[in-house]
């Protein structure tokens, strides 16, 4: 595999894109916002310049994977990548009609991989004329950081994508878990119901939005607590992934908590907007254990 592109260069996308050209891919990184492309070249860039300085990252490494990334806003410019990884906004509707087009303009031969934290890869797989070639690829945040690839196989993926799939995490560095194509996969139908719950104790007025956060990081060695970690995720991916749960699993227990929908609503989504459980912009940042 000598090419692939990233579309969507927000958070997962800018990195997964660091990632595979730290690890000798040909990159083309696109999104539809030029100001979003923008950002993710310069945090890249300033992230390749940290490894370099640290020692992480041989200089001429770090030098030949930015010379390898290109941005681009123009979806036929991955015509002849052999993979694309999506990392766009978490909407089937959306998703689908990326793939639709993905489909049309990439060669037969590529691989169509998602980062879905958890929309059925087999209905994207159904907008496309190429099932056995789409499989899910859900990196962890922050993709360069993390450990862990959850590879999710769709109805109709092939052996043959799944063992590319694999070895290409592989080359990135990365333990891969293998998942069937239910709800949330593995990690977020573990994960997200603890957040979701997380934030009814907070509405329900049971402890504080520290205490909360202290007791999972303290009493059960978890790094960060579940709204810290809401907050770090995105509130709006959060409730997005609540809302499959309810919707592919059907239990009442995964009603999406209205705190969290009235966050969402009113666009604190954490981190990235500066507000969310916490205030950033304030510096009220929640405390280290
Ligand atoms: P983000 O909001 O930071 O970035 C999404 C980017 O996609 C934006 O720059 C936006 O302009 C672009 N975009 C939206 N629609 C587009 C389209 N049709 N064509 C081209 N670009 C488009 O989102 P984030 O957090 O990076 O999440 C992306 C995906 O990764 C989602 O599916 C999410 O569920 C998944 N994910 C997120 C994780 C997280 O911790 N945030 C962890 C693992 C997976």
Not at 171 to 192: E, H, Q, Y
Not at 242 to 252: F, R
């Amino acid at each position: 595999m000598k090419s692939i592109g990233v579309v969507g260069s927000g958070q997962m996308g800018s990195g997964i894109a660091q990632l595979a050209a730290v690890h000798g891919l040909h990159v083309w990184l696109l999104d539809a916002d030029p100001d979003a492309l923008s950002r993710a070249s310069k945090s890249i860039s300033t992230n390749i310049h940290r490894l370099i300085s640290k020692g992480h990252l041989p200089q001429g490494v770090g030098t030949d994977a930015l010379a390898r990334l290109q941005c681009t806003s123009n979806l036929e410019d991955l015509r002849d990548v052999d993979i694309v990884i999506e990392a766009i906004v978490e909407s089937e509707d959306v998703k689908k009609k990326l793939f639709l087009e993905l489909d049309r303009i990439t060669k037969r031969s590529a691989i169509l991989a998602s980062n879905t934290s958890s929309i059925s890869i087999t209905r994207l797989a159904s907008a496309t004329s190429r099932p056995s070639q789409v499989i899910g690829m859900h990196f962890f945040n922050p993709p360069p950081i993390m450990k862990l690839i959850e590879i999710v196989r769709g109805a109709d993926t092939s052996d043959a994508t799944f063992y590319t799939v694999k070895a290409l995490a592989e080359r990135f560095g990365k333990r891969v878990i293998c998942s069937k194509d239910f709800a949330g996969f593995i990690v977020n139908r573990l994960l997200m119901p603890m957040i979701n719950e997380a934030f009814y104790a907070l509405y329900t007025g049971v402890a504080t939005k520290e205490d909360i956060d202290t007791g999972m990081k303290l009493g059960t060695n978890h790094p960060m607590g579940p709204l810290e970690l809401a907050d770090f995720i995105g509130l709006d991916v959060c409730l997005s992934i609540m809302k499959v749960l309810h919707a592919g699993l059907g239990d009442t227990k995964y009603v999406p908590c209205p705190l969290l929908v009235q966050y969402v609503d009113s666009g604190r989504l954490g981190r990235k907007t500066g507000v969310g459980v916490y205030d950033y912009r304030k510096g009220s940042e929640p405390a280290k254990p």
